[in-house]
C-alpha cells in the first residue's frame, strides 16, 4: 500500500475486504492523518477525505465539502493542539467490501492562551471508502470524550 499526495490511501483489495485488511487501511490512513494534524499540514490532508465528505466535529455542526471542513474544523483546531495520537491499539473496524467505518479513540494536548497544556481526549468515526482506486474518508466526526 503506496501513499499518494494527489489521492488518499492507495491500495489493491478484493471486493470483499476482511478484518485483516480493514486494520491495515484503517491503520494507514490514521497514521497519515495524525501525522497531518501534528505537522498541521491542511494540504497533505487534504487527499484523505472525499471532496464531497459529510462531517462534524467541535467547531463544525454538520458540513459538505473538504473545503468547509479544512476552513471550519481543521483550521480551528489543529493549530491550537500538541501531540496528537489515535490509540491504535483500540482501534475496530466495521464493514468491508468498498466501505469500513473506523472508530477509534485518540489523545491530544489543548494550548491556552498562556502556552500552558490540558489533556484533551477524545473519539472519531470515520467512513472510508474506496474512490479509484484510493481510501477516503467519506465521513468524519471527531469529538471530545464525555
Not at 41 to 53: Q, S
Not at 63 to 79: A, F, K, M
Not at 119 to 145: N, Y
Request: net charge negative; with cysteine; charged share 25%.
Amino acid at each position: 500500500m503506496s501513499q499518494s499526495k494527489d489521492s488518499g490511501i492507495r491500495g489493491s483489495y478484493p471486493e470483499a475486504v476482511n478484518a485483516e485488511q480493514m486494520q491495515s487501511i484503517a491503520r494507514h490512513f490514521l497514521t497519515e492523518m495524525q501525522a497531518c494534524v501534528r505537522s498541521v499540514d491542511f494540504h497533505r490532508a487534504r487527499p484523505l477525505f472525499a471532496d464531497d465528505v459529510v462531517a462534524f466535529g467541535t467547531y463544525a455542526t454538520v458540513i459538505t465539502g473538504r473545503d468547509r471542513l479544512e476552513r471550519e474544523q481543521w483550521r480551528n483546531v489543529w493549530p491550537n493542539i500538541r501531540d496528537f495520537m489515535f490509540r491504535l491499539d483500540e482501534l475496530t473496524c466495521l464493514g468491508g467490501g468498498d466501505a469500513i467505518c473506523v472508530v477509534v479513540s485518540w489523545d491530544s494536548l489543548g494550548t491556552r492562551a498562556d502556552v500552558t497544556t490540558f489533556e484533551r481526549p477524545g473519539r472519531a468515526t470515520l467512513l472510508l471508502v474506496e474512490r479509484g482506486g484510493s481510501w477516503v474518508a467519506a465521513h468524519s466526526h471527531f469529538s471530545l470524550a464525555p
